[in-house]
Each structure stands twice: as C-alpha cells, then as structure tokens.
C-alpha cells in the first residue's frame, strides 16, 4: 500500500445568503482581496486570498441553523486566522459596528461573526 501525508489548509468555504453583503465584510472591513480565478460553478460566490490560502464564499441554501449559534465564535465551528495587530483590528470592528468577544483562554484573540453567523477567531501574531 503506497504512503501519503495530508499537508496545509489549502482553502475553507463558508456559506453566505448574498455574496456581496459577504464581500463588504471580509474585503471591505478585513482586507483580503478577492481571487479573480474562480470558474463559474453555477451560483454566486467569491474567493478571498488569505495569505497562502484561500476563503470561499458560496452562495447557496445553508443547511445550518444561522440562529441560535453562541454569541462567543469559541463554542463553535470556526476558522482562525492570524492577524498582526489585533488592536488596529478591533479599532476597524468598532467602527464599523461589529460585535466579537475576546478569547477566554488568555491569548491576545479576538472571535467575530461575518453577517452570515459564520465565525472567525483572529489571534495575534506579529511579523
């Protein structure tokens, strides 16, 4: 039996109601700029770089309840992401008006819903 070994996250897909209400939070407020590679794949969506890897968005009927989920992105599927300055981060969230929670394990970490409920854990980590 021949051998293999998984390597890197190449991308995560999040599930959004309107891609470009999706857009005006992760390209608008966090910056990533949209990947202009994407095929059509027959419905709406957008690819954001981040980094070496990439976050689809895919505008499609959400089997997941969007309400109900933890007001804290920590008691709940997420995607952590790392973030230079989280401070400079949480001066953007606010003012834009966007809620998050700080993390409850100490690190400097910050959990943050896009508009579609779907969570982001943002963690410090200069350079």
Request: avoid cysteine; charge should be negative; charged fraction near 20%.
């Amino acid at each position: 039996m021949s051998e293999f070994r998984l390597g890197k996250i190449l991308h995560a897909s999040v599930i959004v109601q309107d891609t470009q209400r999706a857009l005006a939070f992760y390209r608008d407020v966090l910056g990533l700029q949209v990947a202009h590679n994407r095929p059509d794949l027959g419905y709406p969506g957008a690819w954001l770089i981040l980094g070496e890897q990439e976050i689809h968005l895919l505008e499609l009927p959400n089997p997941d309840p969007v309400s109900g989920r933890p007001s804290h992105g920590g008691r709940d599927r997420h995607i952590a992401v790392a973030v230079n300055n989280l401070s400079a981060l949480r001066e953007r969230l606010d003012a834009h008006g966007l809620h998050y929670t700080v993390s409850k394990s100490g690190r400097a970490a910050m959990f943050v819903r896009d508009p579609d409920g779907n969570a982001l854990e943002l963690i410090e980590q200069p350079g």
